[in-house]
Each structure stands twice: as C-alpha cells, then as structure tokens.
C-alpha cells in the first residue's frame, strides 16, 4: 500500500545550526512530493515542492533532496532559526495534478537558542 | 489576496448532534481537499471536490460524513450524529485550476470537540 513516513519524531538542532529531516516513501507514481511546515494551532504552510523528475530544488534557506533509487525525501534548513520550530510533515500527491495528499506522521523540529 | 478561509475555528458539539465545518477556497482556486487531523498524527485525506462535483471521496466514513462545494457559496463538511471519536481538527486545501506544482494551500482548520 502507499505510505509515507518520517525516520524520527523528534529533532533538536542548535540555533544557527543545519537542520536536515528526512522522509521515506513508498509509491514510486508519485508525481510531486512536498514539505509542509505546521505552527502549534494553525494549518500546514507550504514549504517547498519537488517533482518527481528532479532531484534537487532550493528554497530561501531550504533545499529539497528526492532519491527515487532508495525512495528517500530530505528537507534541509540552513542557519535554523527559532521561527523554524514546528511539526514538519513530508506528503506525496500521487500521479495526477490534482491527486489528493499523504502525509507522513511529521517530526517536531525543536530549535535552541 | 486572502488565504483560505474555515469557519467555525472551534466547535463543541455534544454527542448525536450535527456539525458542518465550512471552507471557503483561495480567489481563483476551484478545487478544494478536505483532511483530518488527530492529535500527534499526520494529516489525513477525505474528499477531494471541484464546483458541484466530488471528485474522490475515498477517504470518506461511509456513514455519517459529507460533503459539498456548490456553485455559489463555501465548501461544506457535515457530520451528522457526531460521536466522540469525531474530536479532530479538520483541515480545508485548495489548489488552482492550473497547477504548477503538487501544492495545495492550507486554511487554520476547524478544532471539533464532542463532548
């Protein structure tokens, strides 16, 4: 069955430090897979998307790996700031450009100053 | 341009009443998503709905549970006879006609808690 799922549910990361959050999936179909970011009591804010036929995309401070050989999803956060603490959530929007999203469980990113 | 746009942002419903959660999508976008959300998990998908027509409604209970984006007017969740293990936040997306990308933009959800 299809599934996405993160490696670990919790992340501490030293302010100013790289963050890297990593992500399996499982449904190769994939058309594009995404990084969501969610705030305590808000919806999920877009981060950044990746098709299926890239392999790299950069951001502002963010930068999306996609290894389809191993299945494997990477978001990466340059000098993490502590406006970057948040439940980050991977999701992958099957083959069609309006499929519905499945998401990974999320990982909580926790900054220290 | 306003975001998405969900209301009631909190609604207490006591056990066999009804509840309807309303969405009202992006300017410009015709297609809206609807997810749950419990506490600690992953968001997790419901109906997927153009203008008067539900597109995939796979993640859907099969009881209890509807939805509907009419010509005029916001998209609508009801949950008829709402029971406890209805407490969730749920989540309205809406994409554009022509996507770019694989995004879909969130609203603040609504927090039902049935009591």
């Known amino acids: 069955g299809e599934s996405v799922g993160l490696h670990l549910p919790t992340l501490s990361v030293q302010e100013g430090d790289n963050s890297i959050i990593n992500c399996a999936y499982s449904?190769?179909?994939?058309?594009?897979f995404i990084w969501y970011k969610q705030e305590s009591g808000k919806g999920p804010q877009f981060i950044i998307d990746i098709r299926s036929n890239m392999d790299k995309r950069q951001g502002q401070r963010v930068t999306v790996l996609l290894n389809k050989t191993v299945k494997h999803l990477s978001l990466q956060i340059a000098a993490t700031q502590p406006g970057d603490s948040a439940v980050y959530f991977c999701a992958e929007n099957g083959s069609g450009a309006n499929s519905k999203l499945t998401f990974g469980k999320g990982i909580t990113l926790s900054v220290r100053p | 341009n306003a975001g998405v746009m969900q209301n009631p942002r909190h609604l207490v419903r006591r056990r066999g009443q009804e509840a309807r959660l309303r969405c009202s999508p992006m300017k410009g976008h015709s297609h809206v998503y609807w997810y749950r959300q419990l506490p600690e998990e992953g968001l997790k998908f419901m109906v997927y709905?153009?203008?008067?027509?539900?597109?995939?409604e796979s993640g859907m209970p099969k009881e209890r549970f509807s939805a509907e984006f009419p010509k005029e007017g916001p998209s609508i969740l009801r949950i008829q006879q709402v029971v406890r293990g209805d407490s969730a936040a749920y989540f309205c997306a809406s994409s554009p006609t022509f996507r770019q990308g694989g995004e879909q933009y969130f609203g603040p959800g609504t927090r039902l808690t049935v009591t």
């Open positions: 449904n190769s179909a994939s058309d594009y």
């Open positions: 709905l153009q203008k008067e027509n539900i597109i995939d």
